[in-house]
């Protein structure tokens, strides 16, 4: 079966990600429509290609061998947003942040909580992300799944959503999503945003290579109520260093592509802050990042 136009043979990753490391996808495209993405869904399932898609890219890591399969990043109407009364409409691949922005200049409110996520829409969905107390299952109407069969519309309850998860299969895709939000003073709005904004300034890594939050917050009860990040700060975690990759100094929670790090070398930094959390507390931390390809966990990440 022929590639569809478009499709890119061999295509660089790491560029597509905000830590900027892994290796090169087999085949790539950017559907701008429905049916490009369905059309390409097709393809890839009729030559039992594995499927990825890449939003933002800021919670994503590629492996260094790179991904045997169709990756895909969402553009043209599929990246779109739009206002319908009071709701908001956005593509698959319209980035939360600029989708908050917009709400609060049209006075929508309830989507302020994306302006620090920094994520696509379907990615938010297929995440279920949230931030500062801000939850998208509230906001989030309905999702146009697309598959190689169509296009399924599913409302919240049917996403399965748990802490950080959905029930999105592999080779199912956000093209569309619909958030209801409510009317309020763009001013307020845009006041609540920026306060949102500035706590993020002061307590997470910017300007630098690196991705979000890299594991869960764990639910064991060892943990005593801290958080991932605190968890591995009082591990001794905090500017931890393997290769080019760094434990941020500023969010021990963080990953930084400190000086040419490789993917491999991320996946060493991440075992051994799970190991001492682990010999510390007995917590065990899950990733939160997102592995795209095949990629050897290092020895020891079986806890």
């Given at each position: ?98 989708a908050s922005a917009k709400a609060a200049r049209w006075g929508l409110a309830g989507i302020e909580f994306g302006v620090n996520i920094p994520g696509t829409a379907g990615g938010a969905v297929k995440m279920n992300a949230n931030a500062y107390g801000g939850q998208l299952a509230e906001v989030l109407e309905w ?108 969010h021990a929670n963080f990953v930084e592509n400190a000086d040419g790090a490789t993917t491999a070398e991320i996946l060493a930094l991440m075992a051994e802050g799970r190991r001492r959390v682990h010999d510390r507390t007995g917590v065990v931390l899950e990733p939160e990042v997102q592995v795209l390809g095949e ?9």
């Open positions: 079966m022929t590639a569809p136009a478009g499709a890119q043979p061999d295509y660089p990753l790491a560029r597509l990600t905000t830590v900027r490391t892994g290796g090169p996808a087999d085949w790539f495209a950017r559907p701008e429509s429905e049916v490009e993405l369905r059309e390409l869904l097709a393809w890839a399932e009729g030559e039992g290609l594995d499927l990825g898609v890449i939003g933002s890219g800021s919670n994503l890591l590629v492996a260094d061998a790179g991904f045997r399969g169709l990756a895909l990043k969402l553009d043209g109407e599929l990246a779109t947003i739009e206002r319908e009364g009071e709701r908001l409409l956005c593509g698959g691949g319209a980035r939360l942040p600029s999702v146009d799944v697309a598959t190689s069969a169509g296009i399924d519309r599913r409302e919240p309850e049917r996403l399965g959503f748990a802490y950080r998860s959905s029930n999105l299969g592999p080779s199912e895709v956000v093209a569309r999503a619909s958030f209801r939000l409510r009317p309020d003073e763009p001013a307020k709005i845009a006041a609540r945003m920026e306060e949102m904004r500035g706590r993020r300034r002061e307590a997470q890594p910017s300007g630098i290579r690196t991705f979000g939050s890299t594991f869960k917050n764990p639910e064991d009860e060892r943990a005593e109520g801290r958080s991932a990040g605190q968890l591995l700060e009082a591990a001794g975690c905090r500017g931890l260093r393997q290769g080019g990759a760094r434990f941020s100094e500023v990629v050897e966990w290092p020895s020891g990440w079986d806890l």
